[in-house]
């Protein structure tokens, strides 16, 4: 498995768990509002679980930006300086 | 850090019927705490219940048992925060919580509530609450966001 499957599969758990999915249930460009009915707070919660696992600080201002799990592996890999 | 039951509701806006702590024992600000929470035959979740009904009947609800936990996280966080921050914590998610066993009138429970992370205006907390030696539950994760008070309730004069 290469680092960007790992960091793939770890940031599906962690939606999954959230969202109260399955991780087979997320798709990697649904769209997290749309197709599973996340708010606001869902987001937060996603995010903080993040920066608690790769000990890493995402601005807030990002939280608009991490609409799918795509999106959500961007934004961790550009703060935690990942080469995924 | 021991707080007594006034200085609870200086920290809280609860009021009867849900104020739901009623002593502090012991704090680490930004770290942990100890609340008791004395359950009794008169609180109002057993008014109305009919004569003659099966001891389990009175079992304290989860949801106050819950409540109960989360105000300890509150005052944990309230008490962790910096001077002049303003605003109120609103309890918005409950994971991985797992009661073990039941709560009856007499018991005196004990939460103890650590706080696991403090980010973008929310807050996390976990830990397990006690009668006696038992363990009644166990709490993987309370979350909270702060909102600002006037946009929750004007308070009663």
Not at chain 1, 11 to 39: K, Q, S
Not at chain 1, 49 to 77: G, W
Not at chain 2, 38 to 57: K, N
Not at chain 2, 59 to 83: D, M, N, T
């Amino acid at each position: 498995m290469s680092e960007r499957d790992t960091h793939m599969a770890e940031l599906r758990e962690i939606v999954a768990e959230v969202l109260e999915l399955e991780p087979e249930e997320v798709a990697d460009t649904a769209d997290f509002v749309e197709e599973y009915e996340a708010d606001s707070l869902r987001a937060i919660e996603i995010l903080a679980r993040i920066e608690k696992k790769y000990k890493v600080e995402i601005p807030q201002a990002e939280l608009n930006e991490m609409r799918s799990l795509k999106a959500v592996h961007e934004v961790v890999a550009r703060h935690a300086g990942w080469q995924d | 850090m021991r707080l007594e039951h006034g200085e609870l509701r200086t920290l809280l806006p609860h009021r009867y019927p849900m104020l739901l702590l009623d002593r502090v024992d012991s704090v680490e600000p930004g770290v942990s705490l100890e609340a008791v929470k004395a359950v009794t035959g008169c609180e109002p979740c057993y008014s109305g219940i009919a004569e003659g009904q099966a001891p389990d009947r009175y079992a304290y609800p989860a949801s106050l048992l819950i409540e109960s936990f989360g105000q300890g996280a509150a005052v944990l966080w309230l008490l962790s925060r910096g001077p002049g921050t303003t605003g109120l914590p609103m309890f918005t998610a409950a994971r991985d919580c797992v009661l073990l066993r039941q709560v009856y009138p007499g018991d005196v429970i004990r939460h103890r509530v650590r706080l696991e992370q403090v980010v973008h205006g929310a807050a996390f907390a976990a830990g397990s609450s006690w009668v006696g030696t038992d363990q009644v539950a166990e709490f993987g994760s309370m979350m909270a966001v702060v909102r600002p008070a006037d946009a929750i309730a004007e308070r009663k004069r």
